[in-house]
Antibody, heavy 121, light 108 residues
């Protein structure tokens, strides 16, 4: 069965960086895009970007350009999301989600359990 | 950038039908996906590509999409359906996603 297992909660100071991992299992890792979505406390879902595990290409939301880096390790079927220059507004639960696509659209069919990142001085 | 608008809340009596809308400019030309999120849990896909259901999602969940409004319809609602629901579209050319602001479904 498809599983996405994320790393544990993090507490960071403003200005620091955080790196969240997402280990995939139960399917062919390179066959599906991986997306990152975050959710601030009491707020809605916010799309951050995606990585194609096959070649490593990435697409980021404009809001996070220059601050986010998504990478992958095909030997361990793991994707990573690193967010730098953290500020209090980055306090959120960060989710990885496997993307399934047709010719015209993509959606998230499996989600990780989420990783709480707290930014506080 | 593209904007999806959802009502903050919708309510329905047990056994009745609840409808959650998602508005967007000419959204009928796009494919819309819907997620259910219960408190403290990750989202779950309930409808994709306007009106397809993943395996394990009951037929009580259905979707439609036309003009400027997409709709998630939940028939015979029960307490287990209380959750936040989000619509989402994907621009395949840019690969960018957009989520609606979410709708809280309350079963009275």
């Amino acid at each position: 069965q498809v599983q996405l297992v994320q790393s544990g909660a993090e507490v960071k100071k403003p200005g620091a960086s955080v790196k969240v991992s997402c280990k995939a299992s139960g399917y062919t890792f390179i066959a599906y895009y991986m997306y990152w979505v975050r959710q601030a406390p009491g707020q809605g879902l916010e799309w951050m970007g995606l990585i194609n595990p096959s070649g490593g290409s990435t697409t980021y939301a404009q809001k996070f350009q220059g601050r986010v880096t998504m990478t992958r390790d095909t030997s361990t079927s793991t994707v990573y999301m690193e967010l730098s220059s953290l500020r209090s507004e980055d306090t959120a639960v960060y989710y990885c989600a496997r993307g399934d696509c047709s010719s015209f659209t993509c959606w998230a069919d499996y989600w990780g359990q989420g990783t709480l990142v707290t930014v506080s001085s | 950038s593209y904007v999806l608008t959802q009502p903050p809340s919708v309510s329905g009596a047990p056994g009745q039908t609840a409808r959650i809308t998602c508005g967007g400019d000419n959204i009928g030309s796009k494919s819309v996906h819907w997620y259910q999120q219960k408190p403290g849990q990750a989202p779950v896909l309930v409808v994709y590509d306007n009106n397809d259901r993943p395996s394990g999602i009951p037929a009580r969940f259905s979707g439609s999409n036309s003009g400027n409004t997409a709709t998630l319809t939940i028939s015979r609602v029960g307490a287990g359906d209380e959750a936040d629901y989000y619509c989402q579209v994907c621009d395949r050319s840019s690969e960018h996603w957009v989520f609606g602001g979410g709708t809280k479904l309350t079963v009275l």
